[in-house]
């Protein structure tokens, strides 16, 4: 995955579920403490924002209204560094 995210060279990267989310930012932080906010990816700065995982949505349908948020969230930080860059 480091490899693929250095040949790719994303803008962002969008995190989805735990596991994603902690294995990129090399973080045991819980999702619910991870999301909502800009990370980056340690080994090449990549911004990266964290969100849910869409079977956890299935199972928890009352925070979707969050997901779309973390989706809201990703679009406006694209736009911006499509802006800056």
Aim: glycine share 8%; net charge positive; charged share 15%.
């Amino acid at each position: 995955l480091n490899r693929q995210i250095e040949l790719i060279q994303p803008r962002l990267i969008l995190a989805v579920g735990r596991i994603a989310a902690q294995g990129l930012l090399q973080s045991d932080l819980g999702l619910a403490k991870i999301r909502g906010q800009l990370h980056h990816y340690p080994l090449t700065n990549t911004p990266l924002i964290a969100t849910y995982h869409p079977a956890y949505l299935l199972r928890t349908p009352s925070d979707k209204h969050k997901a779309w948020q973390d989706l809201l969230f990703a679009r406006q930080t694209l736009g911006d560094l499509t802006q800056a860059g």
